[in-house]
């Protein structure tokens, strides 16, 4: 009677992702490969696989050799969610008077344009345009990022930039 050995599958620990974002699945160690559960999987056969999550899911990969013996391994799909940007509102001010802009909802914070912002970093900048501006202001949060806006007027002027 001959005893074979079990084979020894692994798979690879992938980095977290934004959700949205795929990431590449492989195994190693066996010849054939089942994945479990199907959700947001490419396929549910083969060595490689691309998994899109909606949140964070841990996949078991089983693996069979050529004699017909198997085995298991998992790896987790971690999802970092989008930040919830929260945002000063649209807000009119007069010629000469600067107004603060703030954002909330992320670890960190670019603006632009740069045109009349006494910084284009942090949560919390002066703005004091020459003409009534849209400001974006994009936040990152586990290096996921998502963006807002707010415009600046200035009372009295009509142009735009």
């Given at each position: 009677m001959t005893i074979n050995p079990l084979p020894v599958v692994t798979v690879n620990t992938p980095p977290a992702i934004c959700a949205g974002q795929s990431v590449t699945l492989t195994a190693n160690g066996a010849t054939t490969y089942f994945w479990?559960?199907?959700s947001n999987l490419s396929s549910t056969s083969g060595s490689t696989v691309t998994s899109t999550p909606l949140a964070t899911i841990t996949y078991t990969v089983t693996g069979t050799d050529v004699n017909g013996c198997s085995s298991s391994a998992q790896t987790t799909v971690t999802v970092n969610p989008s930040p919830a940007l929260i945002v000063s509102p649209n807000t009119a001010i007069c010629n000469g008077l600067p107004t603060t802009l703030t954002a909330s909802g992320?670890?960190?914070y670019a603006w632009s344009p740069a045109t009349g912002l006494s910084a284009t970093t942090?949560?919390?900048?002066?703005?004091?345009?020459?003409v009534t501006t849209t400001y974006t202001v994009i936040g990152d949060l586990n290096?996921?990022?998502?963006?807002?806006q707010v415009?600046?007027?200035?009372?009295?002027?009509?142009l735009t930039v």
């Open positions: 479990n559960p199907a992320a670890n960190s942090g949560s919390s900048v002066q703005a004091l345009p020459p290096g996921c990022t998502a963006s807002a415009t600046v007027s200035i009372n009295g002027i009509t």
